[in-house]
């Protein structure tokens, strides 16, 4: 069974940082697409950053470009999201999810498998 577990959530004043982590276990495939998504209340929920299985490939909104940053920590199946300078419009509820399209950072139907979430609150 797929599980993947977030942690790191929080709240913090604009400016600050954060660090998600999120440990997968029980995939089978060993070359896939991992990555973060948000939702924020009343929004759709939108992609933030995303890595391919060796972590040669990534890929970020440009709403994060150059703030956000995503990691792979293979040997422990780990998997991060560092945020910094961190704004009120970053808050929301961060899922870990594993087999996404890594270049849209969008789920796929019927196939992503996804984090429970954790909550990160920026205040101005």
């Known amino acids: 069974q797929v599980q993947l577990l977030e942690s790191g959530g929080g709240s913090v004043q604009a400016g600050g940082s954060l660090r998600l982590s999120c440990t997968v276990s029980?995939?089978?495939?060993?070359?896939?697409?991992r990555g973060w998504l948000r939702q924020a209340p009343g929004t759709e929920r939108e992609g933030v950053a995303s890595?391919?299985?060796?972590?040669?490939?990534?890929y970020d909104a440009d709403s994060v470009k150059g703030r956000f940053t995503i990691s792979l920590d293979k040997a422990n199946n780990a998997l991060y999201l560092q945020m910094n300078d961190l704004k009120p419009e970053d808050s929301g509820m961060y899922y870990c999810?594993?087999?996404?399209?890594?270049?849209?950072?969008?789920?796929?139907?019927?196939?992503?498998?996804w984090g429970q979430g954790t909550q990160v609150t920026v205040s101005s």
């Open positions: 890595i391919y299985s060796d972590g040669e490939y990534k």
């Open positions: 999810a594993a087999e996404i399209l890594c270049g849209t950072i969008a789920p796929l139907p019927g196939r992503t498998s």
């Open positions: 029980g995939y089978a495939a060993s070359r896939y697409c």
